[in-house]
Structure formats: structure tokens, C-alpha cells
């Protein structure tokens, strides 16, 4: 499991890493209160670019006790959304505030009793990313194909920081349907990018949708 913080990552890992770098943050949890002051530090040095949270008895998940932990120091928001795919073999992208990105939105808290998926979660979820992707890009059809993987990203509203919990799903809609990017939500471009162009859209996106697209498409 692995957050992102803009280009930081947050990682939990078993063992205490023998060589750590200059730039790693590592710790092993103890307590809420003392994770929540060494997140406090990796976060004032940005010369840290991982948190490296030491669990020797977890099993990286988001049920495990540290993880539980550093989540709880946070407000958690839901979200869900979609890689939308054409008959072309092209995918479709949004612009947002200077980056390129993937339709998405929140998910009604009410449908979400805890921080793990179950499979009534899902369905909200995949309401959810429809509406979105229909919301954001002006698209009328699409079809969910399969689920994948979740990301986490921590970014701050004005003086709250949240951390985002998006589900992914892959998606098809027919290239013939008008694009309307929802330009309310600062989007003004919404595009379908064949697979050869990507490598432009992965230099001008967001690190935690980066690491999704090269985890599913390469």
C-alpha cells in the first residue's frame, strides 16, 4: 500500500530498511500520538521524499494497525473513478488546474460504513464513478469492464489535509459520443490520447495517477 503527498510517497513496510537513503523518513510504529509527530516532521522537511512506516506484524493492508493509525489522522474522503477506453483503442483524459487526469469524484459517505471495500461498496462505487465520468466529460454511455486498483493522496483545503481513497475501474464508451468537459469544476479540455501519446500525458499528471496508468497499461 503506498500514499502519495504530490510526488512524496508514504510506504508500510515489514523490515527496517538496512541502508536507508538520505531521503527516506523511516519509523517504526508504536502509537498513534508518535506517528502522528513523526508525519508532523516528514511533512515540515521536504528534503524527505518516503515515509517509510515499519510494521514488522502487518500484512500492508488497510485493515492492519499502523495503517489504521497514520489513516486516522486524517479527514478520509471516498472517491471513484474511471479509465475510460474507446473502440480505437484510445483513452480519455481530462485537463484540470495544469494536469492532466482521470474523471473521478466522491462517493456518498453514507455508503461507506468503514475504510475497506466490500462488495456493497463497490456497487456505490461504480454509481459513483459513472456519475462522474459522465459529469466531467460529457459523455451519455459507459459500460464498467473490471475493477482496478485503489490510490491514496493526501492534499490540503484550506487548513484541513485530506486523504483521498479513489477505486479505479476501466471502462469503454463509443469515440462518436460529443465531450462536454464540466468546466464548473475547472476542467476545460477533455480528450481521447491513443497509447502511443501517453508517455506526454504520464510527464504532466498528478504521481499518484502516474504509477496507476503504468501499473494497468505497461
Not at 118 to 130: C, F, G, M, V
Request: charged share 30%; proline share 4%; hydrophobic share 40%.
Amino acid at each position: 500500500m503506498k500514499i502519495f503527498l504530490n510526488d512524496r510517497t508514504i510506504d508500510f513496510i515489514r523490515v527496517y530498511p538496512e541502508t536507508p537513503l538520505m531521503t527516506d523518513f523511516v519509523v517504526q510504529y508504536q502509537s498513534v500520538d508518535q506517528l502522528k509527530e513523526a508525519w508532523e516532521d516528514f511533512k515540515r522537511y521536504e528534503k524527505y521524499k518516503k515515509f517509510l512506516i515499519v510494521d514488522p506484524e502487518g500484512r500492508l493492508q488497510d485493515d492492519d494497525m499502523a495503517v489504521k493509525a497514520f489513516i486516522s489522522l486524517f479527514k478520509c474522503i471516498p472517491a471513484a473513478g474511471g479509465l475510460v477506453k474507446n473502440e480505437k483503442g484510445e483513452f480519455l483524459f481530462i485537463h484540470r488546474l495544469g494536469f492532466w487526469d482521470l474523471p473521478k469524484g466522491k462517493i456518498d459517505k453514507k455508503d461507506i460504513p468503514g475504510t475497506e471495500y466490500t462488495i456493497h461498496d463497490l456497487i456505490s462505487a461504480q454509481t459513483a464513478a459513472i456519475r462522474e465520468v459522465k459529469e466531467e466529460t460529457g459523455l451519455k454511455k459507459v459500460v464498467i469492464r473490471k475493477v482496478l486498483p485503489v490510490t491514496w493522496h493526501i492534499y490540503a483545503v484550506k487548513d484541513k489535509t485530506i486523504l483521498k481513497k479513489t477505486q479505479w475501474f476501466e471502462m469503454e464508451a463509443d469515440s462518436g459520443q460529443v465531450l462536454k468537459p464540466e468546466a464548473r469544476e475547472g476542467i476545460f479540455l477533455a480528450k481521447w490520447t491513443s497509447p502511443e501519446a501517453i508517455h506526454c500525458i504520464l510527464s504532466h499528471t498528478y504521481a499518484s495517477i502516474r504509477e496507476l496508468l503504468l501499473e494497468v497499461m505497461f
